[in-house]
C-alpha cells in the first residue's frame, strides 16, 4: 500500500474529480459514511449513543457533518460543535452542515460565548463517543489559541475519540504536534499518512484503518506515489524457497569488519545475524587483539585478525591489504558495529570502501568515517547501503535532529539521490531510501526494540539478505527484523535484548516464506 504526503492527496483528489468525474461532494459522502461505520463498528453499535461531533471549517469538517447524517441513522443522538467561521466554510461543508441544520440537529458554534463550557458540559456528562473533524491533514504551524482550548477539553474529558484522517494538531508528513488531539481511532481517507507511523502522531492516532472512500484505484497505486509501506505482502515477493542444490556459499559469504575495545558485542551481534538472516557464510574480521578474545564466542562465525597501530584499534597498510584480500571471497562487506572512532581506523574505512568491488552495507562509525568526505561515497563501486539511525544520520548531515525530523521524507530522498545510495534510516518507523526516490515504511515493530545492539542486528540482517534480495535487501532486512523484534515482544515486552530479536530472525524468515 502506498502512503501519501498532503500535497499528494490533494492532488489525488483533484484528478478523481476532473478525470474520473468524482467530485468532491461525492468523495465527502463516501468519507463520512466511512467514519459513520468505523464508529459504529467502535462502539459495537451507536444505537442510543450520544455522539460530539466537531467540525472545522474545511474539508475535514464536511466529512465529520456527513458522518454525523450517518449515526443519526444508526440511531445515534448527535450534538455538533462548530468550530470555525461560517463564511469561511467550503461549499461541500457548508451543505452538508445546511442539511444537519435541515435535520433539525442541535449544532453549537464554539465562537459564541460561553461555547466552550457548553462543549466541556456535554462531553463530561453525556457523550459515549467524540468525532475529531476539526483540522485534520490540514494543520500546519502553532495551533490557535480557541482550538487549543477545544482540544484541551477533549483530551481531559478521557471520552473515546475518533479521528478523521489525522487527529487534530499532528501534521500529517511528519507525525510531529504540539497541541493534539489523542485519538483512540483514526480512520485514514484514501492513503495512510506518515503521520500515523512516526511520533508523537503514531502514539495519538491509536488504531488506524483505512478507507479508500471510493478513490479509483489507479490514482492510488501509480508509480508517480513514490512511498509505500512495508508489509507481508510487499515482501514475501522479495524472497522465494530455496532449491535443494543450495550450497553454504551460494546463498551468500558475508565479512563484517567491526568491533574495538568494550564494544565486541556489537560485532558478534552483527556477524551472527548474517546466518540468522540467511547467508551461508559470515567471517567477522577485527583487530588482532580482540579476535583472541571473540573466537571462543563466535561458533558458527568465522573470525580472522586485522593488524592493528596500536592495541585495539585497526589501521594502517597491512590492515588496508588484509580486509581487502578477505573483502575478495565474500559477496557482502558489512563496516561499522562497534568500530569507534579513531582516526587510523576510520581512514581504514574509507580505503576499503573505495577499492574494493565488493556490496557495501556501511553501519553507525562506519557512517561517521565519512561525515568530512561525504562526496566520496559516490566513488564507491557499487551503490553502497548506509543504515543510521537518527543521530547518525544528523550527525553525518551536519545539521539538528528536531530539523531532521521536520522534513525527514524529503531529506531522506535527497540524501539518498545525492550520495547515490541506500539509506535505511532506524526511528519508530525505518525508512528505506532509494536514489530514485522511492522509500519504503516499516509497519512492524514495537517499543521493546528500543534496546542496545538491535541496529547492530539489523546491518547484519541486511548483509546477510543480500546475496537472495540485491537491491531490496533493505527492505527485506528491515521487515524481517521487525517482525523478530514483534515475536521477541511477546515473550519478553519492554525487557527484549537485540539478542532476543537475534534469536527470533529465522522464525521471522519462516513466517514471511509461509504469509
Known amino acids: 500500500m502506498k502512503i501519501a504526503l498532503k500535497a499528494e492527496i490533494k492532488e489525488i483528489d483533484k484528478r478523481a474529480s476532473e478525470e474520473f468525474g468524482v467530485d468532491e461532494l461525492m468523495l465527502m459522502e463516501n468519507a463520512g459514511a466511512a467514519v459513520a461505520n468505523e464508529t459504529n463498528r467502535f462502539l459495537n453499535t451507536a444505537k442510543g449513543k450520544s455522539i460530539a461531533i466537531l467540525g472545522g471549517a474545511g474539508n475535514n469538517g464536511g466529512d465529520a457533518f456527513v458522518a454525523a447524517r450517518h449515526l443519526l441513522n444508526f440511531g445515534a443522538k448527535c450534538k455538533v460543535f462548530f468550530?470555525?467561521?461560517?463564511?469561511?466554510l467550503t461549499n461541500s461543508a457548508k451543505k452538508n452542515l445546511n442539511i444537519l441544520e435541515n435535520m433539525k440537529v442541535d449544532i453549537t458554534d464554539l465562537n459564541e460565548e460561553r461555547a466552550a463550557d457548553k462543549l466541556k458540559l456535554y462531553i463530561n456528562r453525556f457523550a459515549d463517543a467524540i468525532v475529531d473533524g476539526l483540522?485534520?491533514?490540514?494543520?500546519?504551524?502553532e495551533m490557535r489559541e480557541d482550538l487549543a482550548n477545544i482540544i484541551e477539553i477533549?483530551?481531559?474529558?478521557?471520552?473515546?475519540?475518533?479521528?478523521?484522517?489525522?487527529?487534530?494538531?499532528?501534521e500529517a508528513d511528519t507525525g510531529m504536534a504540539d497541541v493534539a488531539i489523542r485519538a483512540d481511532l483514526t480512520v485514514s481517507l484514501g492513503l495512510p499518512k506518515f503521520a500515523h507511523f512516526f511520533a508523537p502522531g503514531a502514539d495519538l492516532s491509536?488504531?488506524?484503518v483505512n478507507s479508500t472512500i471510493g478513490?479509483?484505484?489507479?490514482?492510488?497505486?501509480?508509480?508517480?506515489?513514490?512511498?509505500?509501506?512495508?508489509?507481508?505482502?510487499l515482501v514475501k515477493n522479495f524472497i522465494a524457497p530455496r532449491s535443494r542444490g543450495v550450497y553454504k556459499g551460494s546463498v551468500g559469504r558475508v565479512l563484517t569488519l567491526?568491533?574495538?575495545e568494550g564494544m565486541t558485542g556489537a560485532a558478534l551481534l552483527s556477524s551472527k545475524a548474517a546466518l540468522k538472516a540467511g547467508a551461508g557464510l559470515s567471517t567477522l574480521a577485527t583487530g588482532r587483539t580482540l579476535q583472541k578474545q571473540l573466537q571462543p564466542f563466535s561458533?558458527?562465525?568465522?573470525?580472522?585478525p586485522v593488524e592493528e597501530i596500536k592495541e585495539g584499534v585497526m589501521g594502517g597498510d597491512a590492515a588496508l591489504k588484509t580486509v581487502l584480500d578477505l573483502a575478495k571471497k565474500a559477496d557482502v562487506l558489512l563496516m561499522g558495529p562497534g568500530l569507534d572512532r579513531f582516526d587510523d581506523t576510520m581512514e581504514l574505512v574509507r580505503n576499503v570502501a573505495l577499492n574494493t568491488p565488493t556490496q557495501l552495507v556501511l553501519d553507525a562509525d562506519a557512517i561517521y568515517a565519512f561525515k568530512r568526505h561525504a562526496d566520496e561515497i559516490n566513488n564507491i563501486k557499487k551503490i553502497p547501503i548506509l543504515t543510521p539511525h537518527l543521530g547518525e544520520l544528523a550527525t553525518f548531515l551536519d545539521m539538528k535532529i528536531s530539523d531532521l525530523k521536520a522534513d525527514l521524507i524529503n531529506i531522506a530522498r535527497e540524501t539518498a539521490e545525492k550520495y547515490r545510495a541506500i539509506?535505511?534510516?532506524?526511528?519508530?518507523?525505518?525508512?528505506?531510501a532509494y536514489p530514485t526516490g522511492e522509500i519504503y515504511a516499516e509497519s512492524f515493530g514495537n517499543t521493546g526494540m528500543a534496546t542496545a545492539g538491535a541496529g547492530d542486528v539489523l546491518a547484519g540482517t541486511i548483509a546477510g539478505l543480500f546475496k537472495e534480495a540485491g537491491e531490496k535487501a533493505p527492505i527485506l532486512g528491515v521487515h524481517i527484523h521487525a517482525k523478530a523484534g514483534n515475536i521477541a515482544y511477546e515473550e519478553y515486552g519492554e525487557g527484549l535484548t537485540a539478542g532476543n530479536i537475534l534469536e527470533n530472525l529465522g522464525k521471522a524468515r519462516k513466517e514471511l516464506l509461509n504469509a
Not at 468550530?83 to 469561511?88: H, I, L, P, S
Not at 483540522?135 to 504551524?141: E, N
Not at 539509506?423 to 528505506?432: G, P, Q, R
Request: glycine letters at 12%; aromatic letters at 4%; charged letters at 25%.
Open 258 to 260: 567491526a568491533g574495538s
Open 215 to 233: 478513490i479509483p484505484s489507479v490514482l492510488l497505486t501509480e508509480d508517480k506515489i513514490k512511498s509505500t509501506l512495508i508489509d507481508d505482502d
Open 83 to 88: 468550530a470555525g467561521d461560517r463564511e469561511k
Open 206 to 208: 491509536g488504531k488506524v
Open 299 to 304: 561458533f558458527e562465525v568465522m573470525t580472522k
Open 135 to 141: 483540522l485534520g491533514t490540514g494543520f500546519h504551524g
Open 423 to 432: 539509506f535505511a534510516i532506524k526511528s519508530e518507523c525505518t525508512l528505506v
Open 154 to 170: 477533549v483530551n481531559d474529558a478521557g471520552v473515546p475519540v475518533v479521528a478523521i484522517d489525522a487527529p487534530s494538531g499532528v
